[in-house]
Structures are given as C-alpha cells and as structure tokens.
C-alpha cells in the first residue's frame, strides 16, 4: 500500500504550498478521518484516509503533469508497439491510471515531452486552433542560410505539397549548424521536412519547450519532474521566441545535440 507524507499529499492536490499547509495545521484547520493534525509529516494512505482542509475535502484522484526529457530510442505512444514507449520512463512514484503523452517527439528526438491523465488540458494544447508554439533547436547538416528566415516565415511548403504556417527560425551565433525553429502546429516529422524543402538536413533534434512551459537544465535525459497546478498554466503563456533564444545559451551550458 503507497503511504504519502499529509503535507506532501495535500500540496500537490491544492494550491497550497507546503508552509501554508503547516501554518493551517498550527490553526487546527486540517482534519485527518475526523480528527484535527497539527503535525502534517504524518503518513496516510490516500486510498481510503479522508482529509480535510478548512472544512474541503481533498480529493485524491487528482490530475497529474509530468515533464519528460526524452532521450533517443523511445516512443511517444503507450504501448510498447513501436518500440519501448516514453511512459516506460516515468519513475513508480509518479505512475498513476491512464498517463499518455500530450504531443509526440519523433523516436530520435529529444526533449521536452508533457505526459499527463488530463484529457482536456491535452485537447487544448494539442487542438491546432490554440496554436500552442512549439520551441526545436536542431543541428543541421549543412550551414543555417539567413534566408531561412523569410522562407519559413512566408509558409514553407512541404515536398508533397503540404502548406504549413508562418514559423520563426533563426540561427544560433557561432555555431553555423544549429538553429532555433518554433512552430504553432504538428505536422508530422515537421521539422525535419521543413529543413529538407530548403534542402538541408535534421541530424538532430530536441524540443526545448510547449507554449511557456521550458525544459529545465537540471532535468537530465531520460528522467522526469512532476509539475505542480500553477506550472502547468504557463502552457498559456508563450514565450518571446527572440528573447528566449537570446538567453537560452545563458542557462543551457550543455546542448546534447551539438556532439
Ligand atoms: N518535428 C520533427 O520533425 N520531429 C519531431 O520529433 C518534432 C517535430
């Protein structure tokens, strides 16, 4: 039976961070099967331990937001089909009922990938009228070309004659082969076939961050990080694709990409 700590328990299904949770309890305003806690390190089984606080009750099937930095070789669907799937990777203590991916990276892209139970938050970043901009940097084979800029910015158009929308690109000083690309849809393998109608090549490709939501540093390959409510609304709130690629060197000192 999984035993979680009451103020870890309480934090990561409310608002409450944990110093509120400890001031309340001192207040006598949390309330375990019945009985007032003024000490929040206890263990309870959120299974069938009730908890209250001032007088709500905490609810226990809560949504669950998990950041992935996806390394090679693995899949953004559930099942183990296609290959050992992205959900493989999410460790015991974050596992909850009907996690998937929200977004898919390609099976050698790297990155950020968003895994969640939340159906209509996946709808909402996922669904192509939200436009939810998508941040890549991508090593390519051949030199970037200034005139890239405007070719993505004008719509470029796929080998088979899809029409995709205007993107940002720009590359990256110093370093002739990489490139930051952001888009506001999914086609799919887009990236790469964008770069191959200007005829250059993806060798490499990791996505740095879904609407505000940025990869963070520290995370490293293959591991996972559970965002908490407030987190996830910077989902809504883009970044300014200039600045951000501006400062990005700043905080990423290590590129897996740029081997
Ligand atoms: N575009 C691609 O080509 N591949 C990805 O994994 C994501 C975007």
Request: aromatic share 8%.
């Amino acid at each position: 039976m999984l035993r979680l700590r009451l103020d870890k328990f309480i934090s990561e299904r409310t608002d409450y961070s944990r110093s509120q949770i400890k001031t309340l309890a001192g207040q006598g305003s949390i309330s375990l099967n019945g009985e007032i806690v003024k000490k929040t390190d206890c263990k309870i089984d959120p299974d069938s331990d009730e908890i209250f606080v001032c007088n709500q009750k905490v609810r226990n099937d809560f949504n669950r937001y998990i950041i992935l930095n996806k390394p090679d070789g693995y899949v953004s669907s559930t099942d183990n089909n296609d290959g050992i799937s992205v959900l493989e990777l999410v460790p015991p203590d974050m596992k909850t009922k009907g996690l998937f991916p929200a977004g898919r990276l390609d099976k050698d892209s790297l990155g950020l990938v968003l895994i969640t139970n939340d159906g209509a938050l996946a709808h909402k970043i996922l669904a192509p009228k939200n436009h939810i901009p998508k941040i890549y940097i991508v090593k390519l084979a051949k030199p970037f070309q200034s005139k890239y800029v405007d070719l993505f910015w004008n719509g470029i158009v796929l080998g088979d004659g899809e029409q995709c929308l205007p993107a940002r690109v720009r590359s990256v000083e110093n370093c002739e082969n990489l490139a930051f690309v952001e888009l506001h849809e999914g086609k799919y393998h887009q990236v790469k076939r964008m770069f191959a109608a200007v005829d250059n090549h993806v060798d490499k490709l990791m996505r740095i961050s879904v609407g505000g939501l940025v990869l963070p540093e520290k995370l490293a390959s293959g591991d996972c990080m559970e965002l908490l409510h407030k987190d996830v609304e910077n989902l809504f709130r883009p970044l300014d694709f200039d600045r951000f690629c501006e400062n990005f060197f700043s905080q990423f000192s290590a590129i897996p990409i740029n081997k």
